[in-house]
């Protein structure tokens, strides 16, 4: 028997030293490839998220919260389109790939929570997401050989966007019936954008206007866009909050890259902490503000939304903010508890694919339409990572303990650590 102990706590103790270890790789190891190479990883989530999907996973995610079916979809399909644009040898299976995730969103499945009622029908959430889905398809096929009946469904679709918004006192229209969220419109006048990339250019004067009237709109308290609106009059209704931030800021920079380096630099200096020195992490209210959490932000532990996190990973490589970017990328690799295999990898174990299709989506920005933005001065330092290395090392470290202790001592060698 105390051999057997002396065993178990051997195997333990080396069991903790190489899960610290392990950890202090993933904090250091690039995470993140730039706006040109393959992010590492992302490919294998792509795996793993297709067999999810397959076996009912945004079914499943549909039952926490109302979008949890279309996100986990767009979010696949538009992460594959980004890795075909990266690398032309994947576009024929990119394609493939996007096209049935865009058809999950067309059927009556992915439409299902949005009101045909509204304008556009099924509302700017539905209508904006998928025609930037739908554009991104488009963009990985050459010029002249794209398909027409998706160009035709692109130009109806912006059209239906376009006068919805220029019959609007509002430059937030609704996703649901009497709810205006700004990052949803904000989606929607990127792909209008991307509409003017990838036909004869018609939305030039809409997308201008809506800047105009936005900016008339912004949230008093941090000088953002709200993350809610009144319906009709697009009047702030809620401050701005780190989980719809994380999109907008990921999108502004096609629509408008001047107001989106302002909004950037408020966002970044009001909602991107370091919580108890340990690494930098995303606020869903901003400094010194505090708000309960929901389905958009999750727990909010001392006031950090993991959820908003991971998005603004994307949020600061759109803006060339790669110091930002890496430094959230390799954060997540430690606090996400990936599980990899040669074929695919997950993050939190497996057990929330959508979380996964963020962080892919995540891992993958780029800009769509503007040029590349000028970095902006960088706020993160390598040495962000010294406390979580210390504090790594100290419990690595702690199992042996007590055998270094005794052999300071001069002590007889005793059973193995504990």
């Given at each position: 028997m105390p051999h057997a102990l002396s065993v178990a706590r051997r195997v333990a103790a080396v069991a903790i030293s190489l899960c610290a270890l392990i950890g202090a790789v993933r904090l250091i190891v690039p995470a993140t490839a730039g706006p040109d190479g393959e992010p590492p990883g992302v490919r294998r989530q792509l795996a793993f998220l297709r067999p999810a999907l397959d076996a009912g996973a945004g079914e499943q995610a549909q039952t926490l919260f109302p979008e949890g079916y279309f996100f986990l979809h767009v979010l696949y399909g538009l992460s594959w389109v980004e890795l075909g644009q990266r690398d032309p040898a994947s576009r024929p299976e990119a394609l493939r790939e996007s096209r049935w995730a865009l058809g999950r969103l067309d059927a009556p499945a992915g439409r299902e929570p949005f009101s045909p009622d509204l304008d556009p029908p099924h509302g700017v959430?539905?209508?904006?997401w998928t025609n930037w889905l739908r554009?991104?398809?488009?963009?990985l096929q050459p010029e002249g050989r794209r398909d027409p009946a998706e160009l035709g469904r692109l130009a109806?679709?912006?059209a239906?966007?376009?006068?919805?918004?220029?019959?609007?006192g509002s430059p937030f229209l609704e996703a649901y019936p009497g709810q205006a969220w700004p990052v949803d419109s904000t989606v929607a006048m990127a792909s209008l954008r991307l509409h003017d990339t990838l036909r004869p250019p018609l939305y030039a004067g809409t997308v201008a206007r809506w800047v105009r009237q936005a900016r008339e709109r912004l949230d008093p308290r941090t000088g953002l866009l709200p993350h809610r609106a009144e319906p009709g009059t697009g009047e702030p209704a809620e401050v701005a909050r780190g989980s719809s931030q994380s999109i907008i800021q990921r999108f502004l920079v096609d629509i408008d890259p001047a107001f989106a380096a302002e909004q950037y630099a408020r966002f970044r200096d009001r909602y991107v902490v370091t919580p108890l020195?340990?690494?930098?992490?995303?606020l869903e209210y901003p400094s010194g503000m505090e708000g309960p959490g929901d389905v958009d932000s999750g727990p909010l532990p001392l006031g950090v939304s993991l959820s908003a996190t991971a998005v603004t990973l994307g949020a600061a490589q759109v803006r060339g903010d790669a110091a930002l970017a890496a430094a959230l990328a390799n954060y997540g690799e430690l606090a996400g508890l990936p599980v990899g295999t040669p074929w695919t990898k997950r993050y939190a174990f497996g057990l929330m694919p959508v979380g996964d299709a963020f962080l892919a989506w995540s891992k993958t920005a780029r800009p769509w339409v503007s040029e590349r933005a000028a970095s902006p001065p960088a706020t993160v330092s390598w040495w962000w990572r010294t406390p979580l290395l210390v504090l790594l090392a100290l419990i690595g470290i702690a199992p042996w303990a007590p055998a270094l202790r005794r052999r300071r001592g001069g002590s007889p060698a005793g059973p193995a650590p504990c």
């Amino acid at each position: 028997m105390p051999h057997a102990l002396s065993v178990a706590r051997r195997v333990a103790a080396v069991a903790i030293s190489l899960c610290a270890l392990i950890g202090a790789v993933r904090l250091i190891v690039p995470a993140t490839a730039g706006p040109d190479g393959e992010p590492p990883g992302v490919r294998r989530q792509l795996a793993f998220l297709r067999p999810a999907l397959d076996a009912g996973a945004g079914e499943q995610a549909q039952t926490l919260f109302p979008e949890g079916y279309f996100f986990l979809h767009v979010l696949y399909g538009l992460s594959w389109v980004e890795l075909g644009q990266r690398d032309p040898a994947s576009r024929p299976e990119a394609l493939r790939e996007s096209r049935w995730a865009l058809g999950r969103l067309d059927a009556p499945a992915g439409r299902e929570p949005f009101s045909p009622d509204l304008d556009p029908p099924h509302g700017v959430f539905y209508r904006g997401w998928t025609n930037w889905l739908r554009g991104g398809v488009l963009a990985l096929q050459p010029e002249g050989r794209r398909d027409p009946a998706e160009l035709g469904r692109l130009a109806a679709d912006s059209a239906a966007l376009a006068r919805a918004f220029d019959g609007s006192g509002s430059p937030f229209l609704e996703a649901y019936p009497g709810q205006a969220w700004p990052v949803d419109s904000t989606v929607a006048m990127a792909s209008l954008r991307l509409h003017d990339t990838l036909r004869p250019p018609l939305y030039a004067g809409t997308v201008a206007r809506w800047v105009r009237q936005a900016r008339e709109r912004l949230d008093p308290r941090t000088g953002l866009l709200p993350h809610r609106a009144e319906p009709g009059t697009g009047e702030p209704a809620e401050v701005a909050r780190g989980s719809s931030q994380s999109i907008i800021q990921r999108f502004l920079v096609d629509i408008d890259p001047a107001f989106a380096a302002e909004q950037y630099a408020r966002f970044r200096d009001r909602y991107v902490v370091t919580p108890l020195g340990l690494g930098p992490a995303v606020l869903e209210y901003p400094s010194g503000m505090e708000g309960p959490g929901d389905v958009d932000s999750g727990p909010l532990p001392l006031g950090v939304s993991l959820s908003a996190t991971a998005v603004t990973l994307g949020a600061a490589q759109v803006r060339g903010d790669a110091a930002l970017a890496a430094a959230l990328a390799n954060y997540g690799e430690l606090a996400g508890l990936p599980v990899g295999t040669p074929w695919t990898k997950r993050y939190a174990f497996g057990l929330m694919p959508v979380g996964d299709a963020f962080l892919a989506w995540s891992k993958t920005a780029r800009p769509w339409v503007s040029e590349r933005a000028a970095s902006p001065p960088a706020t993160v330092s390598w040495w962000w990572r010294t406390p979580l290395l210390v504090l790594l090392a100290l419990i690595g470290i702690a199992p042996w303990a007590p055998a270094l202790r005794r052999r300071r001592g001069g002590s007889p060698a005793g059973p193995a650590p504990c």
